[in-house]
């Protein structure tokens, strides 16, 4: 994956230096197909050149009094370029100078007219051109001289053959070097640019084989995907950190949901066998104690299977709300009322208030009596039986109900996971212990009503519960 990955990178990069290698040749014969026909100077600037001067001078020799000179331009010129002139007659004699430096011959032969323009053999401290001039039907050679060092000539013979076969080599190895190159270039960018993705494609590898403990460092151009990718590592590790935890909460619940109902069981079970045998001879209220023992015990695992399967319900969205309109300050009181008429919290100081007497609102019942309930239960059970818990309801711009006590408090660890399921509560007595789902239970039952429910607490001083509906 890794060099698939870097290979198709690598060959577009190669495809593109190629590409733009033909289109620069192409472009730059072009250029000099252009410069050759239409005689347009695309490569140098538009100042005359030495040897175009020497061919446009033949315009400042003139002829006076049956002697060849030039004009006075044409000596202003020639003292402007730092240059001289020699003209020549047909017999390559030298007849007019000007400005001709010391060891130019008088006379040449056709040879040494060659020489002197094509190879410079003159001794002579600069580059010579050779032009003519036809004045009154005669034919003027002249020699011009150029004293500057960065004028410079070169005679080029050479056989169309060779430089065919030589353009065509030449090209082939210019390919292919421009190929090597980029192909080196580019693998050395294309590296440099699929590195990275390598790291984020081991990383994903990581995470899908559950390893989260990654924490790269956020740089280059792929800095935001390195920093998301950090991002997920962190919240997966939280993730399966919270299933961890919550799968060993669950395991010991269902430790505990075990033992609590194998108890009555065994309780029921062997009452059942006892009243069963023929050998006891149980009077009748001896058996009615008995039977009100096992009926408490059935009704016992009744309320946890009935816990459990009301938490299945609201945990998959599955249980429909009978929603009708109630005076919430109503059933509060009802809650209170029979929670006190429980023989086991009789003795319990409870306080109701409330801002008005009708605080009506549309919501379940049923719910609803079951999720206060819950929670005044809670306060109830893990606090000392002379704690004062008060209960109040007051109309803002939401409902707000209020469970107060100022007990033994909650510690901030179970704080956190009070609302998880199979959580139960450190400080519940052994006369108190259910399904450990009422907390989850109330606040399902809170959010299928889209309210809020929430718990601060502080150890020594006591737990306030609000409910927002």
Do not use: C
């Amino acid at each position: 994956m890794k060099w698939r990955l870097t290979g198709r990178f690598l060959a577009t990069v190669v495809l593109v230096v190629i590409l733009v290698t033909f289109i620069n040749i192409f472009v730059l014969i072009s250029l000099l197909i252009a410069q050759s026909a239409l005689n347009i100077p695309i490569f140098h600037n538009t100042e005359t050149s030495a040897e175009a001067f020497t061919r446009l001078f033949q315009d400042e020799i003139t002829e006076l009094n049956n002697h060849v000179t030039i004009s006075e331009k044409g000596k202003k010129e020639l003292d402007k370029k730092n240059a001289w002139i020699q003209i020549l007659d047909e017999n390559g004699k030298g007849i007019y100078n000007y400005r001709t430096p010391n060891g130019v011959k008088k006379k040449y032969t056709p040879t040494e007219i060659v020489n002197m323009y094509k190879y410079q053999e003159v001794n002579v401290n600069a580059t010579v051109f050779m032009s003519e001039k036809n004045l009154n039907q005669k034919r003027y050679s002249y020699f011009m001289g150029f004293n500057d060092p960065y004028i410079n000539k070169h005679v080029l013979s050479y056989d169309s053959r060779n430089v065919v076969q030589m353009f065509k080599v030449g090209s082939i190895v210019l390919i292919l070097l421009d190929s090597l190159v980029a192909l080196f270039i580019g693998y050395l960018f294309s590296k440099r640019l699929t590195s990275p993705l390598n790291t984020l494609i081991d990383g994903i590898k990581r995470m899908a084989n559950k390893d989260y403990n990654i924490n790269y460092e956020s740089k280059g151009i792929y800095k935001d995907v390195f920093y998301n990718l950090n991002n997920l590592s962190f919240q997966l590790k939280s993730s399966e950190m919270e299933r961890k935890k919550l799968e060993k909460m669950k395991e010991e619940w269902i430790g505990n949901i075990s033992h609590d109902i194998k108890t009555p069981l065994a309780s029921i079970q062997g009452f059942a066998e006892m009243m069963k045998n023929t050998d006891y001879n149980f009077t009748l209220d001896e058996m009615r104690e008995y039977a009100e023992i096992i009926e408490r015990k059935s009704l016992y695992m009744n309320e946890v299977i009935k816990d459990l399967n009301l938490s299945t319900r609201l945990k998959n969205k599955k249980l429909l709300l009978n929603r009708n309109y109630i005076n919430l300050v109503t059933l509060l009181r009802n809650i209170l009322i029979d929670t006190l008429n429980d023989t086991k919290y009789s003795n319990r100081n409870i306080e109701f208030q409330f801002s008005e007497e009708t605080i009506k609102l549309d919501v379940d019942e049923i719910l609803i009596r079951r999720a206060i309930t819950n929670l005044i239960n809670n306060a109830i059970v893990h606090n000392d039986e002379d704690v004062k818990i008060i209960v109040s309801i007051e109309k803002k711009e939401r409902t707000q109900i209020r469970i107060k006590d100022h007990g033994k408090g909650i510690m901030k660890d179970e704080l956190e996971i009070i609302f998880d399921r199979y959580y139960r509560g450190t400080n519940t007595g052994e006369s108190h212990k259910g399904s450990g789902l009422g907390m989850a239970i109330a606040n399902d039952i809170i959010q299928a009503h889209n309210g809020e429910i929430t718990i601060d607490s502080v150890i020594g001083r006591g737990t306030t519960i609000e409910i927002h509906l």
